[in-house]
């Protein structure tokens, strides 16, 4: 199969001194997989929005691919006094992004990690709820990495060591095993 | 810095079991680089032609973004009894894309991989030679690996016993040797 992954650093996996990431790590030994990685860094729903169609295109084959959307730390984060995307806007182009990516193949929607700042964190424990419901009424697979990650403490002990949002491998490898050992990860990757 | 590679299924690095290919090998333990993997199955440089500035806009941070670029294979591969793209039409895109990028930031062009099948092993290597004395007419810094790569045999080795044209993880870790041994890759990713 082909995943399309959109996103944000997370996607990306930026800090993993591997260059692999959550979504790296989770398609490790499973060479049959082609991973396009088009995660950018600093990027809010409304970014991913306008430019996965685009993106999708010449690497989207019709019946063997799969896309993925992972997003909100960068909506949280504060700008000016305000979030940079406030929630009913997120909701708003997750639900457009899924329901049209949806048409294509098979969609995935992967809930945000959490993060070190408590204000961005508490928005995004909130967030990353949202999503679920908004999931759960469109029917699009939704995988809850926040409570677990936050639960565990890795993550964020990793990222306030190294840049105060991103982790190291242990981290991406922890969110990779969360979303690996998720019923619908397994759908996902395998059934196409 | 951030890597934005451009390229086919090569530089995507398609049937390595670690997802990395040539380009996440050559950055591997290098955190502070981001790399930004656009390489696509299947594509021609009038593909990547058609693309590459669509998809460097938001990837790019002027003075801080390097763009690398690797094709061949798929112009060499035979449609209808002729190549996909011929070889003054490759290094027309070539130029083209080299000379706009530049204006961007720093450049740089890896030339193809060998190929297994006799006819399209024999026009790469001419390409290979083409794109070699174009880059150093532009000025562009050019890295060969088809030469030693196809002395060394175990790239074709491998794309033999795997797919008849991507090699596994030790032809793309020895690629990326090869270019990272390379002071044009030196300079690349360390001077920016």
Same sequence: chains 1, 2.
Avoid at 42 to 58: H, K, L, N, V
Avoid at 69 to 80: H, I, K, L, P
Wanted: contains cysteine; glycine residues 14%.
């Amino acid at each position: 199969m082909r995943l399309i992954a959109f996103g944000d650093s997370f996607v990306l996996g930026q800090g993993d001194p591997d260059h692999l990431g959550w979504v790296g790590r989770a398609v490790r030994e499973r060479p049959e997989i082609t991973l396009y990685n088009l995660g950018i860094r600093g990027e809010t729903s409304a970014d991913i929005a306008r430019r996965w169609r685009a993106e999708a295109g010449p690497r989207l084959r019709p019946g063997e691919s799969g896309l993925l959307f992972s997003f909100g730390a960068n909506d949280c984060a504060v700008e000016g006094g305000a979030p940079r995307v406030g929630a009913a806007q997120t909701l708003l182009h997750a639900r457009a992004m899924l329901t049209e990516a949806g048409k294509l193949g098979p969609v995935l929607l992967v809930g945000p990690p959490p993060m070190p700042d408590p204000g961005i964190c508490a928005r995004l424990e909130t967030l990353n709820e949202h999503l679920k419901t908004l999931a759960g009424r469109i029917q699009a697979p939704f995988i809850d990495v926040f409570r677990p990650l936050f639960a565990d403490g890795l993550w964020n002990r990793e990222a306030e060591a190294i840049d105060g949002a991103h982790p190291g491998s242990g981290g991406y490898q922890r969110m990779a095993e969360l979303v690996m050992a998720h019923p619908a990860w397994r759908t996902f990757t395998g059934g196409i």
